[in-house]
Protein backbone atom coordinates (compact mmCIF):
# COMPACT_ATOMS: atom_id res chain seq x y z
CA UNK A 1 0.00 0.00 0.00
CA UNK A 2 1.33 3.36 -1.03
CA UNK A 3 2.41 5.51 2.35
CA UNK A 4 0.47 9.21 2.07
CA UNK A 5 3.22 12.12 2.94
CA UNK A 6 2.89 13.84 5.69
CA UNK A 7 2.61 17.93 5.31
CA UNK A 8 4.79 19.97 5.62
CA UNK A 9 4.97 21.83 9.20
CA UNK A 10 6.52 24.55 8.45
CA UNK A 11 3.92 26.72 7.88
CA UNK A 12 1.93 25.08 9.74
CA UNK A 13 3.41 26.36 12.71
CA UNK A 14 3.35 29.69 11.81
CA UNK A 15 -0.15 29.50 11.87
CA UNK A 16 -0.26 28.06 15.65
CA UNK A 17 1.99 31.04 16.34
CA UNK A 18 0.41 33.68 14.75
CA UNK A 19 -2.86 32.46 17.00
CA UNK A 20 -0.93 32.71 20.12
CA UNK A 21 -0.03 36.46 19.35
CA UNK A 22 -3.52 37.48 18.50
CA UNK A 23 -4.28 35.78 22.25
CA UNK A 24 -0.89 37.78 23.40
CA UNK A 25 -2.26 41.22 21.60
CA UNK A 26 -5.59 40.76 23.46
CA UNK A 27 -4.18 39.82 26.83
CA UNK A 28 -1.78 42.30 26.79
CA UNK A 29 -3.02 45.96 26.28
CA UNK A 30 -6.67 45.14 25.66
CA UNK A 31 -7.11 43.09 28.74
CA UNK A 32 -4.23 44.82 31.08
CA UNK A 33 -4.52 48.10 29.19
CA UNK A 34 -2.19 50.37 27.44
CA UNK A 35 1.30 51.07 29.54
CA UNK A 36 0.58 54.79 30.17
CA UNK A 37 4.41 57.18 31.05
CA UNK A 38 3.57 56.30 34.78
CA UNK A 39 3.24 52.50 34.77
CA UNK A 40 6.84 52.98 32.49
CA UNK A 41 8.52 54.97 34.79
CA UNK A 42 7.12 52.95 38.15
CA UNK A 43 7.74 48.99 36.37
CA UNK A 44 10.23 49.70 34.01
CA UNK A 45 11.21 46.13 33.75
CA UNK A 46 7.47 44.42 33.32
CA UNK A 47 5.90 47.17 31.18
CA UNK A 48 8.91 47.20 28.59
CA UNK A 49 8.13 43.13 28.46
CA UNK A 50 4.94 43.88 27.39
CA UNK A 51 5.49 46.40 25.22
CA UNK A 52 7.51 44.06 23.45
CA UNK A 53 5.33 40.95 23.46
CA UNK A 54 2.55 43.31 21.87
CA UNK A 55 4.73 44.96 19.06
CA UNK A 56 6.41 41.20 18.84
CA UNK A 57 2.28 40.55 18.15
CA UNK A 58 0.92 43.04 16.11
CA UNK A 59 1.71 41.44 12.62
CA UNK A 60 -0.15 38.49 13.90
CA UNK A 61 -3.29 38.92 11.45
CA UNK A 62 -0.68 39.87 8.57
CA UNK A 63 0.74 37.05 8.47
CA UNK A 64 -2.15 34.95 8.13
CA UNK A 65 -3.28 37.24 5.00
CA UNK A 66 -0.14 36.47 3.75
CA UNK A 67 -0.12 33.24 4.20
CA UNK A 68 -3.01 32.59 2.06
CA UNK A 69 -0.92 35.15 -0.83
CA UNK A 70 1.97 32.98 -0.32
CA UNK A 71 0.46 29.97 -1.12
CA UNK A 72 -2.96 31.71 -3.23
CA UNK A 73 -6.14 31.00 -2.31
CA UNK A 74 -7.92 28.31 -4.51
CA UNK A 75 -11.79 29.16 -3.94
CA UNK A 76 -13.93 25.78 -3.70
CA UNK A 77 -17.72 25.59 -2.38
CA UNK A 78 -16.60 22.89 0.08
CA UNK A 79 -13.47 25.05 1.35
CA UNK A 80 -16.32 28.35 1.60
CA UNK A 81 -18.93 25.86 3.30
CA UNK A 82 -16.39 24.67 5.86
CA UNK A 83 -15.02 27.82 6.45
CA UNK A 84 -18.31 29.12 7.59
CA UNK A 85 -19.65 26.16 9.28
CA UNK A 86 -17.12 26.58 11.67
CA UNK A 87 -17.64 30.28 11.93
CA UNK A 88 -21.72 29.93 12.89
CA UNK A 89 -20.47 26.29 14.74
CA UNK A 90 -18.57 28.63 17.41
CA UNK A 91 -20.90 31.99 16.89
CA UNK A 92 -24.10 29.94 17.78
CA UNK A 93 -22.51 27.62 20.20
CA UNK A 94 -21.37 30.56 22.05
CA UNK A 95 -24.85 31.89 22.09
CA UNK A 96 -26.52 28.91 23.41
CA UNK A 97 -24.13 28.37 26.43
CA UNK A 98 -24.43 32.44 27.24
CA UNK A 99 -28.47 31.75 27.34
CA UNK A 100 -27.60 28.57 29.44
CA UNK A 101 -25.24 30.55 31.89
CA UNK A 102 -27.46 33.49 32.06
CA UNK A 103 -25.57 35.93 30.25
CA UNK A 104 -27.68 36.46 27.52
CA UNK A 105 -31.18 36.70 26.70
CA UNK A 106 -33.23 34.54 24.20
CA UNK A 107 -34.00 37.28 21.34
CA UNK A 108 -34.17 37.72 18.03
CA UNK A 109 -31.81 41.01 18.95
CA UNK A 110 -29.24 38.80 21.06
CA UNK A 111 -29.18 35.71 18.20
CA UNK A 112 -28.38 38.33 15.65
CA UNK A 113 -25.21 38.62 16.74
CA UNK A 114 -24.42 35.45 16.17
CA UNK A 115 -23.99 36.74 12.37
CA UNK A 116 -22.70 40.38 12.88
CA UNK A 117 -19.40 40.82 11.09
CA UNK A 118 -18.07 43.90 12.92
CA UNK A 119 -15.31 45.60 15.15
CA UNK A 120 -17.47 46.18 17.30
CA UNK A 121 -19.00 42.56 17.84
CA UNK A 122 -15.25 40.78 17.17
CA UNK A 123 -15.39 38.76 13.92
CA UNK A 124 -14.47 41.81 11.90
CA UNK A 125 -11.73 39.56 10.30
CA UNK A 126 -14.45 37.02 9.12
CA UNK A 127 -15.98 39.91 6.93
CA UNK A 128 -12.92 40.93 5.07
CA UNK A 129 -11.82 37.70 4.74
CA UNK A 130 -14.43 36.53 2.56
CA UNK A 131 -14.39 39.33 0.81
CA UNK A 132 -10.94 38.43 -0.08
CA UNK A 133 -11.66 34.62 -0.73
CA UNK A 134 -14.35 36.10 -3.45
CA UNK A 135 -11.86 38.60 -4.85
CA UNK A 136 -8.50 35.31 -4.68
CA UNK A 137 -9.46 34.18 -8.66
CA UNK A 138 -9.64 38.11 -9.47
CA UNK A 139 -6.42 38.24 -7.75
CA UNK A 140 -4.72 34.99 -9.27
CA UNK A 141 -5.54 35.98 -12.91
CA UNK A 142 -3.55 39.31 -12.21
CA UNK A 143 -0.60 37.47 -10.82
CA UNK A 144 -0.57 34.75 -13.57
CA UNK A 145 -0.90 37.26 -16.30
CA UNK A 146 0.56 40.16 -15.26
CA UNK A 147 4.73 40.87 -15.74
CA UNK A 148 7.28 41.10 -12.96
CA UNK A 149 7.19 45.09 -13.33
CA UNK A 150 3.35 45.25 -13.85
CA UNK A 151 2.54 43.52 -10.32
CA UNK A 152 5.62 45.22 -8.76
CA UNK A 153 4.09 48.74 -9.50
CA UNK A 154 0.65 48.30 -8.72
CA UNK A 155 1.80 46.62 -5.21
CA UNK A 156 4.49 49.64 -4.67
CA UNK A 157 1.41 52.21 -5.55
CA UNK A 158 -1.00 50.53 -2.89
CA UNK A 159 0.95 50.41 -0.22
CA UNK A 160 2.33 54.26 -1.10
CA UNK A 161 -1.28 55.20 -0.84
CA UNK A 162 -2.12 53.41 2.17
CA UNK A 163 0.86 54.65 4.25
CA UNK A 164 0.03 57.82 3.37
CA UNK A 165 -3.83 58.31 3.64
CA UNK A 166 -4.11 55.42 6.35
CA UNK A 167 -1.22 55.05 8.20
CA UNK A 168 0.40 58.90 8.11
CA UNK A 169 -2.88 60.54 7.67
CA UNK A 170 -5.78 58.66 8.89
CA UNK A 171 -8.04 60.02 7.15
CA UNK A 172 -8.88 56.72 4.36
CA UNK A 173 -11.58 55.45 6.83
CA UNK A 174 -12.41 52.35 3.96
CA UNK A 175 -9.12 51.05 5.02
CA UNK A 176 -9.48 50.96 8.43
CA UNK A 177 -6.12 50.74 10.14
CA UNK A 178 -5.21 48.07 7.77
CA UNK A 179 -8.24 46.00 9.10
CA UNK A 180 -10.80 46.18 5.58
CA UNK A 181 -10.45 43.51 2.65
CA UNK A 182 -8.57 46.11 0.56
CA UNK A 183 -5.42 45.91 3.01
CA UNK A 184 -6.06 41.89 2.93
CA UNK A 185 -5.89 42.38 -1.00
CA UNK A 186 -2.14 44.27 -0.73
CA UNK A 187 -0.87 41.93 1.36
CA UNK A 188 -2.09 38.85 -0.63
CA UNK A 189 -0.01 40.41 -3.82
CA UNK A 190 2.90 41.29 -1.65
CA UNK A 191 3.40 37.77 -0.62
CA UNK A 192 2.88 36.58 -3.75
CA UNK A 193 5.28 38.93 -5.65
CA UNK A 194 7.93 37.99 -3.15
CA UNK A 195 7.57 34.03 -3.51
CA UNK A 196 7.54 34.33 -7.26
CA UNK A 197 10.17 36.89 -7.52
CA UNK A 198 12.53 37.06 -5.16
CA UNK A 199 15.28 34.43 -4.62
CA UNK A 200 14.89 34.12 -1.37
CA UNK A 201 17.86 31.32 -0.81
CA UNK A 202 20.55 34.03 -1.31
CA UNK A 203 20.05 35.31 2.22
CA UNK A 204 20.33 33.45 5.41
CA UNK A 205 17.35 32.07 7.18
CA UNK A 206 18.73 33.92 10.26
CA UNK A 207 18.68 37.16 8.88
CA UNK A 208 14.94 37.08 8.43
CA UNK A 209 14.69 36.16 12.07
CA UNK A 210 16.72 39.06 13.03
CA UNK A 211 15.10 41.58 10.88
CA UNK A 212 11.48 40.50 12.64
CA UNK A 213 13.24 40.62 16.13
CA UNK A 214 14.87 44.21 15.09
CA UNK A 215 11.69 45.73 14.15
CA UNK A 216 9.81 44.34 17.23
CA UNK A 217 12.54 45.93 18.89
CA UNK A 218 12.36 49.52 17.43
CA UNK A 219 8.47 49.16 17.56
CA UNK A 220 8.98 49.17 20.94
CA UNK A 221 11.32 51.80 21.35
CA UNK A 222 9.12 54.14 19.43
CA UNK A 223 5.94 53.08 21.85
CA UNK A 224 8.04 53.98 24.93
CA UNK A 225 9.70 57.21 23.93
CA UNK A 226 6.43 58.12 22.55
CA UNK A 227 4.51 57.56 25.33
CA UNK A 228 7.29 59.36 27.79
CA UNK A 229 6.99 62.46 25.81
CA UNK A 230 3.39 62.05 25.01
CA UNK A 231 3.63 62.06 21.43
CA UNK A 232 -0.17 60.84 21.03
CA UNK A 233 -0.51 60.46 16.96
CA UNK A 234 2.95 58.11 17.13
CA UNK A 235 2.20 55.44 19.20
CA UNK A 236 -1.51 54.95 18.27
CA UNK A 237 -0.33 54.69 15.12
CA UNK A 238 1.77 52.01 15.87
CA UNK A 239 -0.53 49.71 16.61
CA UNK A 240 -1.98 49.81 12.63
CA UNK A 241 -1.69 46.54 10.62
CA UNK A 242 -1.41 49.20 8.05
CA UNK A 243 2.44 50.44 9.14
CA UNK A 244 5.22 49.39 6.86
CA UNK A 245 7.26 48.31 9.86
CA UNK A 246 4.41 45.63 10.85
CA UNK A 247 4.04 44.94 7.82
CA UNK A 248 7.83 44.47 6.98
CA UNK A 249 8.07 42.49 10.70
CA UNK A 250 5.32 40.10 9.42
CA UNK A 251 7.14 39.06 6.06
CA UNK A 252 10.06 38.71 7.76
CA UNK A 253 9.18 36.06 9.86
CA UNK A 254 6.86 34.63 6.94
CA UNK A 255 10.22 34.22 5.52
CA UNK A 256 11.81 32.55 8.23
CA UNK A 257 9.41 29.98 8.29
CA UNK A 258 9.24 29.30 4.61
CA UNK A 259 12.88 28.50 4.88
CA UNK A 260 12.50 25.71 7.17
CA UNK A 261 11.59 22.18 6.73
CA UNK A 262 9.97 19.60 9.41
CA UNK A 263 7.38 17.23 9.69
CA UNK A 264 4.60 16.91 12.47
CA UNK A 265 1.75 15.27 12.56
CA UNK A 266 0.53 16.98 15.77
CA UNK A 267 1.82 20.72 14.10
CA UNK A 268 -0.72 19.81 11.44
CA UNK A 269 -3.36 18.64 13.45
CA UNK A 270 -3.28 21.69 16.09
CA UNK A 271 -2.76 24.09 13.09
CA UNK A 272 -6.12 22.71 11.34
CA UNK A 273 -7.95 24.02 14.19
CA UNK A 274 -5.93 26.89 14.85
CA UNK A 275 -8.19 29.55 13.67
CA UNK A 276 -10.98 28.17 16.49
CA UNK A 277 -9.01 29.95 18.62
CA UNK A 278 -9.94 33.32 17.49
CA UNK A 279 -13.74 32.21 16.87
CA UNK A 280 -13.88 31.06 20.43
CA UNK A 281 -12.57 33.88 22.62
CA UNK A 282 -13.65 36.98 19.82
CA UNK A 283 -17.11 35.76 20.12
CA UNK A 284 -19.27 38.52 21.45
CA UNK A 285 -20.84 35.97 23.92
CA UNK A 286 -17.39 35.07 24.78
CA UNK A 287 -14.80 37.71 24.49
CA UNK A 288 -16.19 40.90 26.89
CA UNK A 289 -18.34 38.45 29.57
CA UNK A 290 -15.58 35.88 29.76
CA UNK A 291 -12.38 35.89 27.95
CA UNK A 292 -10.91 39.53 29.12
CA UNK A 293 -11.88 39.38 32.65
CA UNK A 294 -10.38 35.81 33.38
CA UNK A 295 -6.99 37.55 31.70
CA UNK A 296 -7.29 40.77 33.33
CA UNK A 297 -7.99 39.44 36.88
CA UNK A 298 -4.40 38.09 36.77
CA UNK A 299 -2.91 41.44 35.84
CA UNK A 300 -0.02 41.31 37.95
CA UNK A 301 0.77 37.33 37.92
CA UNK A 302 2.28 36.99 34.65
CA UNK A 303 2.69 33.15 34.42
CA UNK A 304 -0.95 33.31 35.38
CA UNK A 305 -1.95 35.16 32.39
CA UNK A 306 0.06 33.36 30.38
CA UNK A 307 -1.64 29.70 31.65
CA UNK A 308 -5.23 31.50 31.02
CA UNK A 309 -4.24 32.44 27.99
CA UNK A 310 -2.77 28.49 27.45
CA UNK A 311 -6.12 27.51 28.77
CA UNK A 312 -8.50 29.34 26.25
CA UNK A 313 -6.11 27.58 23.21
CA UNK A 314 -5.96 24.13 24.17
CA UNK A 315 -10.34 24.11 24.99
CA UNK A 316 -10.71 26.05 21.82
CA UNK A 317 -8.67 23.52 20.04
CA UNK A 318 -10.74 20.51 21.77
CA UNK A 319 -14.34 22.26 20.90
CA UNK A 320 -12.98 22.52 17.32
CA UNK A 321 -12.32 18.81 17.18
CA UNK A 322 -16.30 17.75 17.97
CA UNK A 323 -16.65 20.23 15.29
CA UNK A 324 -14.70 18.10 12.87
CA UNK A 325 -16.74 15.06 13.95
CA UNK A 326 -19.87 17.02 13.36
CA UNK A 327 -19.19 18.59 9.63
CA UNK A 328 -18.11 15.24 9.12
CA UNK A 329 -20.92 13.58 9.96
CA UNK A 330 -22.87 16.36 8.22
CA UNK A 331 -20.93 15.71 4.85
CA UNK A 332 -21.48 12.28 4.46
CA UNK A 333 -25.28 12.70 4.77
CA UNK A 334 -25.98 15.26 2.86
CA UNK A 335 -23.09 16.70 1.34
CA UNK A 336 -21.32 15.17 -1.84
CA UNK A 337 -17.36 16.56 -0.36
CA UNK A 338 -15.05 14.00 0.82
CA UNK A 339 -14.22 14.20 4.06
CA UNK A 340 -11.93 16.84 5.86
Known sequence: MKKISQRDSNIELLRIIAMV??????????ALGTPGAAEIVSKPIS????????????GAVNIFVLISGWFTIKPSVKGFSTFIFQWLFFSIGAYVVSVLWGFSEISIKEFAKCFALTCAQGYWFILSYICLYFFAPVLNAFINNSSKRELLIVILSFFTFQTVYAFISGGADFLVKGYSALSFMGL??????????????????????????TLSLILSLIFIVGTLTDIGPVTSRLLCYSNPLVIMSSLSLLLYFTRLSFKSGFVNSVSRSSFAVYLLHCSPFVYSYAYLPSVSNYSGYPLKVISVVALWFVVAILIDKV????????LSKFGGFPKL
Open 47 to 58: SSVRVLLEMMSI
Open 21 to 30: MVLILHADFQ
Open 188 to 213: YLLAAYVKRYCDLTRIPRRLYLYSYL
Open 323 to 330: RLMVWNFV
